[in-house]
């Protein structure tokens, strides 16, 4: 990304909610982002992750001109590229696990069933989930639901994971949990950009990135990738 500003209109009032950021992901990284509320935080992450549009500066996604693609090709690259991870878990309430895990699936071509139902198997198990395969989500509690919402972000095998607030509706406990499981994701090779208001686990990324008034203000690396 390079001077990427991202302005809303509501009425008569304008909303600097990015203004000029410059920010790298390289692959196999693994990137806290921090700041108070409303710095343009989840702004990014939304940027990052195709779900929204930048008023201005360019990105380019591995290499390729963001702007310059149209929506339907936005859409194919969100399903297959990139993988989701919300606060809120955003599962679908009248379906199984196993069923809102899949359904990521369901909008790709060329999968067959039994393609769908090993991958969908194999996100579970990573997961630790598959013995609850059949219950829908209000039978689980939040760090459950939270661990279903990372398999079926994995589901896709995506070039990134993206988590806005993974941890914000958890206990620590349970928040503990998905910490480590991102730990474990990223240790297997993932590329994960995350938001968190918790320093705690901020600390955990291998870089943390600063945010204020929509404005990169600091960054850190904390852990140096291993020499191969």
């Known amino acids: 990304m390079n ?3 991202r302005i809303f209109h509501t ?3 304008e909303t600097h909610a990015l203004s000029g950021v410059d ?44 702007q310059e693609i149209d929506s339907r090709e936005r859409a194919r690259i969100r399903n297959r590229e990139i993988g ?10 009248d379906l199984t696990v196993f069923d809102n895990v899949e359904l990521p699936l369901t909008y790709r071509s060329g999968l067959s069933r039994a393609e769908r139902r090993e991958r969908v198997d ?12 059949r219950h829908v989500p209000a039978q689980l509690s939040g760090g459950q639901q939270q661990r279903v919402a990372v398999a079926r972000a994995l589901v896709g095998t995506p070039s990134i994971l993206l988590a806005d607030e993974p941890t ?31 320093p705690r686990y901020a600390n955990l990324a ?6 204020l008034d929509g404005r990169v203000v600091d960054e850190a690396a904390l852990h140096s990738l291993p020499s191969n």
């Open 3 to 5: 001077g990427i500003s």
């Open 11 to 13: 009425e008569e009032v």
């Open 23 to 66: 920010f790298t992901l390289e692959r196999g990284q693994y990137v806290a982002i921090s700041g108070p509320s409303g710095c343009g935080k989840s702004t990014l992450l939304s940027i990052l992750g195709l779900l929204d549009s930048p008023t201005s500066g360019t990105y380019a996604l591995a290499g390729v001109a963001v």
């Open 84 to 93: 989701f991870i919300f606060q809120a878990f955003n599962l679908i309430g």
């Open 122 to 133: 194999d996100a579970l198990a990573r997961v630790g989930m598959t013995a609850r395969a």
């Open 168 to 198: 914000g509706n958890l206990d620590s406990r349970n928040g503990d949990a998905v910490m480590a499981l991102l730990q474990e994701l990223h240790a297997a090779g993932a590329t994960i950009c995350m938001v968190t208001h918790d």
């Open 206 to 211: 291998q870089r943390r990135v600063f945010m």
